[in-house]
Antibody
Framework: EVQLVESGGGLVKPGGSLRLSCAAS????????MNWVRQAPGKGLEWVSS????????YYADSVKGRFTISRDNAKNSLYLQMHSLRAEDTAVYYC?????????????????WGQGTRVTVSS | QSALTQPRSVSGSPGQSVTISCTGT?????????VSWYQQYPDKAPKLMIY???KRPSGVPDRFSGSKSGNTASLTISGLQAEDEADYYC????????FGTGTKVTVL
């Protein structure tokens, strides 16, 4: 059974830092593009960042570029999001999500397995 | 980039069909056949329903179908069921993934 379990969320003051983790199991994690997607309270989904299986290709939304860093440890089947200079508008539930793969083909910008999310609140 | 535009809500009676539109531009929906749709229940993670505009992952009922015309993609739910009441989001590749504003589907 596929599982993605996020952790690390919490309450942080503006300007603070937080590191999110996502523990993966049940699929060949090291071969999958992985992503972070967030959802502000009562709002829609927003893509945050993506990283290739090898970690060689990394992408960020403009809203987080320069403040957030995505990384992965394939030996630990784990995905991370280091967040610095946090702002009130970063308040959201953060989901890790894998790309979708079927029949030997993977669809990089399609999100298949999702975690339950971890809540980040930026407030003084 | 602004979010793709979806109607705030659509509704239908059980057994009816509803269609959710997802309007973008020639830089996203109109330029790529990489449109996906997600279903989300309250306080739950999204679930992939449609990818590459028209394709359905294994396990998704065939009453869910996708299409695209120009800069607008659509998700149609045929034979609406009570369990289809949820929020739905489109997503298009636009150099990076771009989600829609979301649509609440209500089953009357």
């Amino acid at each position: 059974e596929v599982q993605l379990v996020e952790s690390g969320g919490g309450l942080v003051k503006p300007g603070g830092s937080l590191r999110l983790s996502c523990a993966a199991s049940g699929f060949p994690f090291s071969t999958y593009f992985m992503n972070w997607v967030r959802q502000a309270p009562g709002k829609g989904l927003e893509w945050v960042s993506s990283i290739s299986g090898s970690g060689n290709y990394i992408y960020y939304a403009d809203s987080v570029k320069g403040r957030f860093t995505i990384s992965r440890d394939n030996a630990k089947n784990s995905l991370y999001l280091q967040m610095h200079s946090l702002r009130a508008e970063d308040t959201a539930v953060y989901y890790c999500a894998s790309e979708y793969c079927s029949g030997g083909t993977c669809y990089t910008w399609t999100f298949d397995y999702w975690g339950q999310g971890t809540r980040v609140t930026v407030s003084s | 980039q602004s979010a793709l535009t979806q109607p705030r809500s659509v509704s239908g009676s059980p057994g009816q069909s509803v269609t959710i539109s997802c309007t973008g531009t020639s830089n996203d929906v109109g330029n790529y056949n990489y449109v996906s749709w997600y279903q989300q229940y309250p306080d739950k993670a999204p679930k992939l329903m449609i990818y590459d505009v028209t394709k359905r992952p294994s396990g998704v009922p065939d009453r869910f179908s996708g299409s695209k015309s120009g800069n607008t993609a659509s998700l149609t739910i045929s034979g609406l069921q009570a369990e289809d009441e949820a929020d739905y989001y489109c997503c298009s590749y636009a150099g990076s993934p771009l989600f829609g504003t979301g649509t609440k589907v209500t089953v009357l």
